[in-house]
């Protein structure tokens, strides 16, 4: 097995399914399928496998698969929108033309990134003066940050709010999530999570975003060989992350591996 080929196995075994929906506020079984609804009326769609029970995912059986997921939450009016997570490398025949007949719309695709967090917590030379890498808990510095990421991603006003309101709620109701920023002269000009998870040996890097003036200069890996150094804190050995091209760069030169793809489907109400 190669270190490739390991990393995967590691990330499908281990990240992947009830970790990735810890903080949803209800979760059910469909077959193979974990269907969760988050706080502000989010569903998000995912599974280890489209296999159910050993017998092989067909063009018919992932079709049904979608029916029975759609109509779950086309019952709940509380849901407006849900997310159904794919993975490049998963045995999906006809998820895409599936997803895409009942209204899902295909995102951008990203990059799964995986690797030992050791890699990343190395020291950072940055070309900028006064640079100050620190965990924000305060509930105003978790504003100012998610704004800022806000900006940068180009978020409307509607997915903003609705992000803020899931990351409150998860901070005034959970311990796992760390939110971490770098600030020159006390502005906010990059930031991202940490989001250990429960149980393995992983941590998720998450909403990595620096101000595109702010770019090159070595903040974004000072940013993220803080969080690692958080993470092997908290006894984890690997870290993943979903990476777009901006990012993708930064972590394969500190040794992490694109092990697969990954593209959100998307349906709103």
Same mark, same amino acid.
Request: one cysteine or more.
């Given at each position: 097995?190669?270190?490739?080929?390991?990393?995967?196995?590691?990330?499908?075994?281990?990240?992947?399914?009830?970790?990735?929906?810890?903080?949803?506020?209800?979760?059910?079984?469909?077959?193979?399928?974990?269907?969760?609804?988050?706080?502000?009326?989010?569903?998000?769609?995912?599974?280890?496998?489209?296999?159910?029970?050993?017998?092989?995912? *067909?063009?018919?059986?992932?079709?049904?698969?979608?029916? !029975?997921?759609?109509?779950?939450?086309?019952?709940? +009016?509380?849901? /407006?929108?849900?997310?159904?997570?794919?993975? !490049?490398?998963? /045995?999906?025949?006809?998820? /895409?033309?599936?997803?895409?007949?009942?209204?899902?719309?295909?995102?951008?695709?990203?990059?799964?990134?995986?690797?030992?967090?050791?890699?990343?917590?190395?020291?950072?030379?940055?070309?900028?003066?006064?640079?100050?890498?620190?965990?924000?808990?305060?509930?105003?510095?978790?504003?100012?940050?998610?704004?800022?990421?806000?900006?940068?991603?180009?978020? *409307?006003?509607?997915?903003?709010?609705?992000?803020?309101?899931?990351?409150?709620?998860?901070?005034?109701?959970?311990?796992?999530?760390?939110?971490?920023?770098?600030?020159?002269?006390?502005?906010?000009?990059?930031?991202?999570?940490?989001? +250990?998870?429960?149980?393995?040996?992983?941590?998720?890097?998450?909403?990595?975003? *620096?101000?595109?003036?702010? =770019?090159?200069?070595?903040?974004?890996?000072?940013?993220?060989?803080? =969080?690692?150094?958080?993470?092997?804190?908290?006894?984890?050995?690997?870290?993943?992350?979903?990476?777009?091209?901006?990012?993708?760069?930064?972590?394969?030169?500190?040794?992490?591996?694109?092990?697969?793809?990954?593209? +959100?489907?998307?349906?709103?109400?």
């Amino acid at each position: 097995m190669t270190r490739a080929e390991g990393l995967l196995h590691a990330y499908d075994s281990q990240p992947r399914d009830e970790a990735e929906t810890a903080s949803a506020v209800r979760v059910e079984r469909l077959g193979p399928l974990r269907l969760a609804t988050f706080f502000g009326g989010r569903g998000f769609v995912t599974y280890r496998s489209l296999d159910d029970e050993g017998r092989p995912a *067909t063009a018919a059986s992932v079709e049904a698969l979608v029916d !029975g997921a759609l109509a779950r939450y086309a019952t709940d +009016p509380t849901v /407006h929108r849900v997310e159904w997570k794919t993975r !490049g490398h998963d /045995h999906a025949p006809g998820l /895409h033309e599936a997803l895409v007949s009942r209204g899902f719309e295909p995102d951008e695709p990203e990059s799964v990134m995986v690797g030992e967090a050791t890699l990343l917590a190395v020291d950072v030379e940055v070309d900028v003066d006064g640079l100050v890498v620190r965990r924000v808990v305060d509930e105003g510095e978790v504003r100012a940050m998610c704004a800022m990421q806000a900006e940068v991603f180009g978020d *409307t006003p509607e997915f903003a709010a609705e992000i803020l309101d899931q990351v409150l709620h998860r901070l005034r109701t959970r311990d796992d999530m760390e939110m971490w920023v770098a600030e020159v002269d006390g502005e906010i000009v990059s930031a991202g999570r940490l989001e +250990p998870v429960a149980g393995s040996e992983f941590a998720g890097v998450w909403g990595g975003a *620096t101000r595109p003036e702010w =770019r090159g200069r070595g903040i974004y890996r000072a940013l993220t060989s803080a =969080r690692a150094r958080s993470a092997i804190a908290h006894g984890k050995r690997y870290l993943h992350s979903d990476s777009t091209e901006f990012s993708r760069p930064i972590l394969e030169r500190s040794g992490l591996v694109e092990v697969t793809t990954t593209t +959100p489907y998307e349906w709103s109400r």
